[in-house]
């Protein structure tokens, strides 16, 4: 496994989404630990707090930020008090996710669907002025899952959950996550903003808990740590700018090929201009 870069962060603000547990706390930890300020994003600030505790008590800066993804409203909340306030983002890292969960985000939308793409599509349209002006980078945290599934159905995205797993459905978010990353990266490039996205490996985190049984345990027989699953995070966040490769796909803290359906233009288009009309209300 190969390790993250060495550089440094020092005056930069990093924001970390699903900051109060897994690969997003040990990333934020980290991050801090590398001389950035911190919001320590969760569902509330009381989730947040004792992740931003844990970095005060190293001696590093952080505060915390409520951002619950699964209401568009909320979403919109969070982001709107983040560019009212003026906050600089010289990194968004949108890690959050769920998986193996069933059901609909309160705009009705697919649940993992609804909260690991629509959520942060809407919270990353609208804090981007802030990352364009601090000549910014944006770190979407994806999976390897990306590369099992080809096409996203955008009628099936606005109904319950319909496996049992689940994992199709994560699939499908994914490949939003890294088609969305793409899209950024050539939307925002005029500005100096870097888009990546990445696969944090197989980790055994908190986020298979509701995957059934046996599924669940076939599945973590071969996972890493939570500390070695941060690694591919940290380092697209920590890089020197010079070295990281905007529009890419990032496993084992160096660039592999995606998914070719994600490279396909008409696909891509159709994602955005499905999810632009999906939060065009918040937009406005
Ligand atoms: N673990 C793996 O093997 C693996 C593999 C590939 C990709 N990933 C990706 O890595 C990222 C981090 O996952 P993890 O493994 O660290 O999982 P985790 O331990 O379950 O952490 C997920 C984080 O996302 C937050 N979250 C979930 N639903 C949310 C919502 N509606 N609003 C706001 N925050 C929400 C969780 O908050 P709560 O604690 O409040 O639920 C938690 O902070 C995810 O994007 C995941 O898809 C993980």
């Excluded at 910014?136 to 995205?157: E, K, L, M, P, T």
């Excluded at 994914?174 to 500005?191: C, F, G, P, Q």
């Excluded at 380092?235 to 490279?263: I, M, Q, T, W």
Aim: charged residues 25%; proline residues 3%.
């Amino acid at each position: 496994m190969r390790q993250p870069t060495t550089d440094r962060l020092d005056g930069k603000t990093a924001l970390v989404t699903g900051a109060n547990t897994g690969i997003g706390r040990t990333a934020a930890i980290e991050l801090a630990r590398r001389g950035a300020t911190v919001l320590v994003c969760a569902r509330s600030e009381d989730k947040a707090r004792p992740v931003v505790d844990e970095i005060t008590a190293l001696g590093a800066k952080a505060r915390p930020w409520a951002l619950e993804l699964g209401d568009l409203d909320a979403v919109a909340t969070s982001a709107r008090a983040l560019v009212s306030e003026g906050i600089a983002l010289d990194r968004l890292v949108l890690n959050a996710g769920l998986a193996g969960q069933q059901g609909l985000t309160k705009q009705g939308f697919e649940l993992t669907f609804g909260v690991n793409h629509v959520g942060h599509f809407l919270f990353g349209e609208l804090v981007m002025p802030r990352v364009r002006e601090c000549k910014g980078r944006v770190v979407v945290v994806a999976s390897g899952n990306h590369y099992q599934v080809d096409a996203i159905d955008f009628a099936a995205v606005r109904q319950r959950t319909r496996t049992v797993t689940g994992l199709h459905e994560y699939s499908v978010s994914k490949l939003a996550n890294v088609m969305t990353a793409i899209d950024w990266s050539k939307l925002h490039a005029d500005a100096g903003v870097k888009v990546v996205s990445l696969n944090p490996g197989r980790i055994a985190s908190d986020i298979w808990r509701r995957i059934p049984n046996p599924f669940r345990w076939l599945f973590m027989q071969t996972m890493r740590t939570v500390e070695q699953g941060a690694y591919t995070t940290v380092h697209c966040a920590a890089l020197a700018d010079r070295e990281l490769v905007s529009g890419a796909y990032y496993n084992d803290c160096r660039e592999k090929p995606v998914n070719p359906a994600a490279l396909d233009e008409a696909k891509r288009r159709a994602l955005r201009d499905a999810s632009l009309g999906w939060v065009g209300d918040y937009l406005r």
